[in-house]
């Protein structure tokens, strides 16, 4: 698969024990928006709250139009019950520079048990050997620990403090970053 045009069509699934990663579908945004308007969840992920299901709704259709061409996240869905409880994805992707920042966020009632490292696993593996990627790097807010030990456990290294890194509700944030390269995910 090259990866210039992974985002200009559809997404492939991918599948680990428990979940299914795949692209996303117009019927999924109430599920996508009921985790995501949660105050708990955007507070921790530094992510603004949609401001309607229609607006979620509008830029789904638009990401499967093809008419914006944003990196698109999987909807993760959990195998039994076939339930949207979260996304991931790559944020900024440079296959020219063979490398990607991954995300992902997982329904707040679902923290705790592990589906957010099992996505990240499943998406490093994805970008390292199907991509051919050489390094995939993370950012966390400085106190999302939940996150940052989810770095830890996919194997990140923390690289660094980035001063002021983002702007969430009008307030600079500090950021941690963190990566893994071709060579470490191989040898782990």
């Not at 993370?138 to 690289?159: D, F, P, Q």
């Amino acid at each position: 698969m090259e990866s210039e045009s992974l985002f200009m069509r559809d997404l492939p699934t991918l599948q680990t024990q428990r979940l299914v990663l795949r692209d996303v579908q117009l019927i999924d945004a109430p599920a996508i928006y009921a985790y995501s308007s949660n105050p708990v969840f955007y507070q921790s992920m530094g992510r603004k709250v949609p401001p309607s299901l229609e607006h979620l709704a509008s830029n789904i259709q638009k990401q499967l139009e093809k008419k914006v061409h944003l990196c698109r996240n999987w909807v993760i869905v959990l195998r039994d019950g076939n339930k949207v409880i979260g996304d991931c994805g790559f944020n900024d992707y440079r296959p020219d520079n063979s490398r990607a920042e991954i995300n992902y966020a997982v329904d707040p009632a679902l923290w705790n048990r592990g589906i957010a490292t099992e996505a990240a696993l499943c998406i490093l593996d994805f970008a390292f050997e199907q991509l051919k990627f050489s390094r995939i790097q993370a950012i966390c807010h400085t106190a999302n620990k939940r996150s940052e030990a989810v770095l830890m456990n996919i194997g990140m290294r923390y690289e660094g403090l980035l001063r002021q890194y983002i702007e969430f509700e009008n307030q600079p944030l500090d950021m941690k970053m963190f990566s893994i390269l071709k060579s470490e995910w191989q040898g782990r």
